[in-house]
């Protein structure tokens, strides 16, 4: 699927300097890309915003500068049916009903749910707003809902490769413990550590060692080896062992596309799987293979 190329640019490039403030005409904004006022019944939020928690006590702080200062930063709106749509700043937005604005200024831009989402989550990125479910989860509707690729993903949301595979590998762990990273009880780290085990009653069992002794991530990993080496666990069925995994996105840093190893069971063999999306690619590795050594 072709993307726009505006979305691997960040958030500043997509929400351009205000010429000036219109409070009346809608319409003449999103022609100009100025700030309008626009009531708050007029919006809704999305249902695909990345962001799911929100701090409750923060969220006053904000209402209560608001009802002072007023909405310092407009929020991004796109138009929808009936209104419109919140891209960026829900937490401003839910704020500015708190402290009983009845409109909000706003940037008004058309775009269809695809960018609305990676905007969305850009945003919340550059913030650090997010939290490892969240951006798991909003990597994963990229992936299954808007065809993205983790190679396109990567470089419209400018994080390595790697950083998003294993994001994405958290969800495989049970709802208890991702309800835990979402609290952030534990860390990104430790969720990692507990993939590596294989029975999800087994990564219950050290998760709530975890917490129960407030184990570090080097802890939790050494617990984790432990538990391995002693017979109790067994490798998760296609995961790889740390070099292993470390040596895989090397690869795929290096060739600019997605690699998998796949060792054989029980053997010191196994294969290398290079992906390439067209003959333009594979010519393209072809010439990166052959003309540089790894």
Known sequence: ???????????????????????????????????????????????????RHFDDAALAELSASIREQGVIQPILLRPVEGGYQIVAGERRFRASCLAGLRSVPAIIRRMDQAESLEIALIENLQREDLNPVEEAEAFRALIEQFEYTQEELSRRVGKDRSTISNTLRLLKLPDEILDALQRGAISMGHGRALLSLAEPDLIREVFATVVQDALSVRATEELVRRTMKGGKARARRGELDAPLVDLQDRLARHLGTRVQLRPRAGGEGG??????????????????IEGQAF
């Open 1 to 51: 699927m072709q993307k726009r190329s505006t979305l691997g640019r960040g958030l500043a490039s997509l929400i351009p300097e205000a010429r000036g403030l219109d409070v009346d005409s809608p319409r003449a904004a999103l022609a100009a890309g100025a700030v309008v006022q626009i009531p708050i019944e007029e919006i809704t939020a999305n249902a695909m915003q990345p962001r």
């Open 271 to 288: 294969k290398i799987v290079v992906e390439y999306y067209n003959p333009t690619d594979l010519d393209r590795l072809i010439e990166r």
